[in-house]
Structure formats: C-alpha cells, structure tokens
C-alpha cells in the first residue's frame, strides 16, 4: 500500500451553489463571502493540484476542522 502525499498547504473558500438553465445544480467558487451558499475546505497536494476535505455552513466551521487538522488556527503562520 502506498502512503498518501500530505498535504503542504489549505485554501478555505466560499462556494455559491447555482442552477442551470436546464435544471441541473452546480457549485462554484466565488469572491463574494455574502454569496456563500456554504464553505469549503481544500488541501493542496504538491505536483497533483487540491482536494476537497469538506464542506461546512460556515466559515468558523471549515477553520475549525483546519485547526483539528494542523494543530493551527486559521490565519497564522504554521
């Protein structure tokens, strides 16, 4: 069995959750933290891009798990 990358890094974002015009749904990152229909969590893997940990209603919920993760508090430096 092979041992996953770690992760070397974690993006918090806001995603807006949107519908198409022919009825199917779709989820986007956006800038706007008010358009948020809910926040996720991403952790960067080195050469391979990010992945999705999660998503949470909030932000104070996806920082938490962040902190869970890294022992560190959302902002500061690692």
């Known amino acids: 069995m092979t041992k996953p990358i770690p992760f070397d890094a974690y993006e918090i974002h ?4 949107q519908v198409s015009s022919d009825g199917s749904r779709f ?5 706007d933290p008010a358009e948020a229909s809910f926040w996720s969590l991403y952790g960067h893997i080195p ?13 104070a919920e996806a920082a938490d798990i962040y902190a869970r993760i890294t022992g ?3 902002g500061e430096a690692p």
């Open 14 to 17: 806001p995603v807006t959750e």
């Open 47 to 59: 050469g391979q891009g990010v992945m999705c940990i999660g998503d949470f209603a909030s932000f």
């Open 27 to 31: 989820c986007e990152v956006t800038d």
């Open 72 to 74: 560190h508090v959302w």
